[in-house]
Antibody
Framework: QITLKESGPTLVKPTQTLTLTCTLSGLSLTTSGVGVVWIRQSPGKALEWLALIYWNDNKRYNPSLKSRLTITKDASRNQVVLTMTNMDPVDTATYYC?????????????????WGQGTLVTVSS | DIQMTQSPSSLSASVGDRVTITCRASQGIDTYLNWYQHKPGKAPKLLIFAASSLQSGVPSRFIGSGSGTDFTLTISSLQPEDFASYFCQQSYTNTFTFGQGTKLEL
């Protein structure tokens, strides 16, 4: 069974850096074709894709947020970490991580096969 | 970015009803369209990928169709567990985008 769990602070102050961790179970980050994304949903808004990292360390970022984002992986811990700098109240959202299986990589379209339940991050002083 | 417009934003229906949700892309995306179900406090769930391919384990009452710019998700006979939110997502471009969601209510 594949599961993902997000962890990190629930409250950050404006200008601070947010660090979120996604811990995967049931599928190794070293498996060819596996990818992990971070997605967020602000209250009343559509989901927004943030960043993607593949098993081979190939990375992609949402261009509108690229300057503030860094995605990394720790294969030994089967974790993916997202950092977002210069947090603002508009970044208040539920942050999700999701995993795309090898089938998604080798046979497009890309899709998020499994998701975490999300973690609510509030940005406030 | 490709804009994804879903309609309706909310929908009231009854068990046994047939319902259809629409997703329109601002430009052609071939069949690079996925549908997800989301229940409050739960992890979103992939239902349909590539516009019409049923994800493993998803009941056959969920039917996806469309290509280019217009797509639909049809639930052929609503079951109590289907009352949830649904959203579409395109992966035609490297900047994935989502529809704003449809809340299906009893």
């Amino acid at each position: 069974q594949i599961t993902l769990k997000e962890s990190g602070p629930t409250l950050v102050k404006p200008t601070q850096t947010l660090t979120l961790t996604c811990t995967l179970s049931g599928l190794s980050l070293t498996t060819s074709g596996v990818g992990v994304v971070w997605i967020r949903q602000s209250p009343g808004k559509a989901l927004e894709w943030l960043a993607l990292i593949y098993w081979n360390d190939n990375k992609r970022y949402n261009p509108s947020l690229k300057s503030r984002l860094t995605i990394t992986k720790d294969a030994s811990r089967n974790q993916v970490v997202l950092t977002m700098t210069n947090m603002d109240p508009v970044d208040t959202a539920t942050y999700y991580c999701a995993q795309s299986s090898p089938g998604s990589y080798y046979e497009p379209p890309w899709r998020a096969d499994y998701w975490g339940q999300g973690t609510l991050v509030t940005v406030s002083s | 970015d490709i804009q994804m417009t879903q309609s309706p934003s909310s929908l009231s229906a009854s068990v046994g009803d047939r319902v259809t949700i629409t997703c329109r892309a601002s430009q052609g995306i071939d069949t690079y369209l996925n549908w997800y179900q989301h229940k409050p406090g739960k992890a979103p769930k992939l239902l349909i990928f590539a516009a019409s391919s049923l994800q493993s384990g998803v009941p056959s009452r969920f039917i996806g169709s469309g290509s280019g710019t217009d797509f639909t998700l049809t639930i052929s006979s609503l079951q109590p567990e289907d009352f949830a939110s649904y959203f579409c997502q395109q992966s035609y471009t490297n900047t994935f985008t989502f529809g704003q969601g449809t809340k299906l209510e009893l």
